[in-house]
């Protein structure tokens, strides 16, 4: 017999060319509603920033959202990129969150900034928040924050301060690790933590890394077994060329990026068909579809299969 993975959607909330931002949110509200009623598990926002084809900069506030056009799927983010944040703040949006849709949140958290280096001073430049070198410590106090117990703080007279996350919900969001390293693999496994591989990036080491978690995973009380699920990028349509088509413009988005040349709002699928690149963006767009599930319906779905198996 054979078992069909749970399905979810990752949303960078993408803006196209001709597009208002006001547009795209919406055509994503319009996509949580449909994940919801065919069943998908979760529906996850990213967070990115300074970046004209994504409006994916405030997963709360889009987690909010979705949560109030929807019933049942979970909602959460993919991730809050923890370094541009203070924890006691993730804990009290996710705590509001958690109130306003009990047992249907999930915290992801990432340990990358989201951005470059101009815009990370930027959203640091109120003072000190949740830098990379204190990332797991500022997980636990997230989790302590938003637990019934709390988080106590001893002050410099030596005063003890209790501090919790309010409002207190009846429940606390799930707090997934996100990662595309050994990083956050070891981390999630030493704090007994449900890991998200990041393989949509490059999937490069996911066999090794999921077994590094596994092998090294440590049960909590909340979660007993390790638990994972992995990104990847797919593009379904009748047809492998149609699917290929439709798939185009986020590969040149992404290779672009990742050559350093300017971005601008995400090509139409129309666009990026009649659009040359030059040879080395190119091939690196032509690369990433190859790695990519892009296919018609019934090969898609089988892959899907075969990766999730793997």
Known sequence: MTTSPRLSVLDL???????????????????????DRLGFTRYWFAEHHNMPAVAASAPPVMIAAAASVTERIRVGSGGVMLP?????????????LEALAP????????????SDPVVTALLRSSGPTSDVDRFPQ???????????????????SGQVYDVHATPAAESVPTV?????????????AELGLPYVFANHFSGAGM?????????????????????????????????LAEARAR????????????????????ETVE????????????????????????????AAARRVRELATR
């Open 13 to 35: 909330v993408p803006v196209r060319s001709g597009q208002s931002s006001s547009q795209a949110i919406a055509a994503s509200l319009d996509l949580v509603r449909l994940a």
């Open 84 to 96: 541009n944040h203070a924890p006691l703040v993730v804990a009290e949006q996710f705590a509001v």
């Open 103 to 114: 047992g249907r949140i999930d915290l992801g958290i990432g340990r990358a900034p989201g």
């Open 138 to 156: 500022h997980v636990q106090d997230i989790r302590s924050l938003m637990s019934a117990e709390g988080a106590t703080v001893r002050l410099t």
């Open 176 to 188: 997934w690790l996100l990662g595309s390293s050994d990083y956050s693999a070891r981390l999630a």
């Open 207 to 239: 066999d090794e890394i999921l077994a590094l978690y596994r092998d090294g995973y440590r049960p909590s009380p909340e979660h007993p077994a390790p638990e994972t699920f992995l990104t990847v990028n797919v593009s379904v349509a009748p047809t």
């Open 247 to 266: 798939a185009l413009p986020q590969a040149r988005m992404m290779a672009r990026l990742r050559s350093g040349k300017p971005l601008g709002a995400q």
């Open 271 to 298: 666009d990026a068909a009649s659009t040359p690149l030059d040879g080395l963006t190119s091939q690196m767009a032509d690369e990433m579809l190859d790695r990519w599930i892009v296919d018609e319906p019934q």
